[in-house]
């Protein structure tokens, strides 16, 4: 049994490495911020099965981070900290997802970057739209 938790971990790393490279390789912020343009991106190079399982890691990344962030807020007594609607804060951790694991983690190291994306306009609508 032992053998078989060690090869799922392995697999789960590996699948999470491989999402990580295709989000790079999308370029979200770097290539373009384009919604259009990255949908077709991504039909052009993925298949319907990459697509949806991307689409399924995206998710799941954002809503780890949102569920992060707001404990960030609840922790700190802090109200309404990233300055955004519910709207925006989707639009916001998409975004930060979308631009990468870098990036992603060290917001969740260091909350306060997503703070400072938010005050200063540095995300865009919608990172997860391209999926759709």
Same mark, same amino acid.
């Given at each position: 049994? !032992?053998n078989?938790?060690?090869?799922?971990?392995?697999?789960?790393k590996?699948? &999470?490495i491989k999402?990580w =490279?295709h989000?790079? =390789?999308i370029g979200w912020?770097i290539?373009?911020? !384009?919604?259009?343009?990255?949908?077709n991106?991504?039909?052009d190079n993925?298949?319907p099965?990459?697509?949806e399982?991307?689409?399924r890691?995206?998710?799941f990344?954002?809503k &780890?981070?949102?569920?992060?962030?707001?404990?960030y807020e609840?922790k700190? =007594?802090l109200?309404?900290?990233?300055q955004v609607?519910?709207?925006g804060?989707?639009d916001?951790?998409?975004?930060?997802?979308g631009l990468?694991? &870098?990036?992603?983690y060290?917001v969740i190291n260091?909350?306060e970057?997503a703070?400072?994306?938010?005050? !200063?306009?540095?995300?865009? &609508?919608n990172f997860e739209?391209?999926?759709?």
């Amino acid at each position: 049994m !032992n053998n078989l938790k060690i090869l799922l971990q392995y697999k789960k790393k590996q699948h &999470e490495i491989k999402m990580w =490279n295709h989000i790079f =390789n999308i370029g979200w912020g770097i290539t373009s911020i !384009n919604t259009k343009y990255l949908k077709n991106y991504i039909k052009d190079n993925y298949t319907p099965k990459q697509i949806e399982q991307l689409k399924r890691f995206v998710k799941f990344k954002r809503k &780890e981070l949102q569920k992060i962030l707001k404990e960030y807020e609840q922790k700190n =007594n802090l109200t309404n900290y990233f300055q955004v609607s519910d709207g925006g804060f989707w639009d916001l951790t998409a975004h930060i997802v979308g631009l990468g694991k &870098e990036r992603y983690y060290s917001v969740i190291n260091n909350p306060e970057i997503a703070r400072e994306i938010s005050l !200063n306009y540095m995300y865009k &609508e919608n990172f997860e739209y391209i999926f759709n």
